[in-house]
């Protein structure tokens, strides 16, 4: 794989970032099945052991940010209330509500 910007071809560490991301099937799975991230298939997979989601709750994501669990949640349970914050701007999710802090530090 040829990276072309040159501030990230400089560092090994982005380089080998960026080719574990090419060749991680989980994340061409989220690409195609429209989740924002892998992270997505980590926290369907406690759901499906534990069971901790169900219709009608308020669930909080702090840190949300790209959004793919906020983006779970209310796909798979419609009724419930979604409420994502970070620190990070995500891009609206269809029965989410985001919040962002001014962050003063």
Partial sequence: MRILN?????????????QRQAADP????????GYRARAVYKIMEMNEKFHF????????DLGAAPGSWSQYVASNFPNSHVFAMDLLSIKPIPGVEFYQPKWSG
């Fill in 6 to 18: 040159k501030k990230i071809a400089s560092k090994k560490s982005s380089v080998a970032w960026i």
């Fill in 53 to 60: 989601f169900r219709n009608g709750q308020v669930v909080v």
């Fill in 26 to 33: 989980y994340v061409a799975r989220a690409k195609k099945e």
